[in-house]
């Protein structure tokens, strides 16, 4: 009923992960992290054997899925850009462990409806079962059915109110992002407050994270992890992590999913 993130503070905040019905939202400054931490939740459902479907409106579904290798093999993001024979066979190794857990589906910027997204999800369950994680990178990019005219707060909070919805009405945890405002730049920690746009995607999320890291901490590779708000449970805790975002990790000392030494 809940899929972890295998940050073990997080997770324990969250009664073991995020739940079946609920929306997920992570808030960072641009560049801080956002795309990383879904792909890090995304691996995260992976190594538990979970189904996970992985929508991408702003990066491309190779990149995407290169971040994914790079996380589960521990080889950096750019060596992955020009592998070798041994790398070929090692994430021959890992496509092979991973199998049909990993939906990646690219949709242009802001011409994908929430219709979309459901109309593919019928096609997964029909071909290889039923998603047990949907992630949406990110929500903010979606076309709404809402009005031209309705102000941009108003299309956004349409837009997160239906992304919840598809979390009930599928039965499945929801994750996505959202930008958070130029206040935000620098700061070791921030709140709700700091959400771009709308305050009313916060209020409708039952999870809201929050990345945030001044420049030294940049630089090193570490973050704070805020949670802003916990519907179920208590709020406020940040928790600090070492990043290596070349491997796409939130967490370094993760193990790789196969041993090198057992491709050859």
């Not at 994914?68 to 750019?78: Q, R």
């Not at 890992?94 to 929430?114: D, F, R």
């Not at 459901?118 to 994680?133: F, M, N, Q, W, Y």
């Not at 945890?173 to 709308?198: C, H, Y």
Request: proline share 3%; aromatic share 6%; net charge negative.
């Amino acid at each position: 009923a809940r899929i972890p993130t295998l940050i073990g503070a997080l997770d324990e905040d969250m009664n073991g992960g995020l739940a079946v019905g609920e929306l997920g939202v992570v808030v960072a400054p641009p560049g801080g992290g956002k795309s990383q931490f879904l792909v890090w939740v995304g691996q995260a459902a992976l190594r538990s054997e979970y189904l996970a479907v992985h929508y991408t409106l702003e990066l491309g579904a190779d990149r995407v899925q290169r971040r994914y290798d790079a996380c589960l093999t521990g080889i950096p993001y750019k060596e992955l850009q020009h592998f070798s024979g041994n790398t070929a066979r090692i994430l021959q190794k890992v496509h092979t462990s991973v199998g049909n857990t990993l939906i990646i589906k690219e949709y242009p910027t802001k011409q994908a409806e929430l219709h979309d997204l459901r109309k593919h999800i019928e096609g997964v369950k029909a071909t290889i079962g039923c998603p047990d994680l949907v992630i949406v990178d990110y929500a903010d990019l979606l076309k709404s059915k809402a009005s031209g005219k309705d102000e941009r707060r108003i299309v956004l909070e349409n837009i997160y109110e239906e992304l919840r919805a598809l979390a009930q009405t599928e039965g499945v945890p929801v994750w996505t992002a959202s930008q958070a405002n130029r206040q935000a730049l620098g700061l070791q920690q921030f709140g709700m407050d700091k959400i771009a746009e709308s305050f009313g995607k916060a209020m409708i999320a039952d999870i809201v994270i929050t990345l945030g890291q001044d420049p030294v901490e940049k630089e090193k590779g570490e973050m704070h992890v805020h949670i802003a708000k916990n519907r179920n449970n208590v709020s406020g805790r940040t928790i600090k992590i070492d990043t290596d975002f070349t491997r796409s990790r939130l967490i370094k000392e993760v193990g790789d999913i196969v041993q090198i030494e057992e491709v050859f």
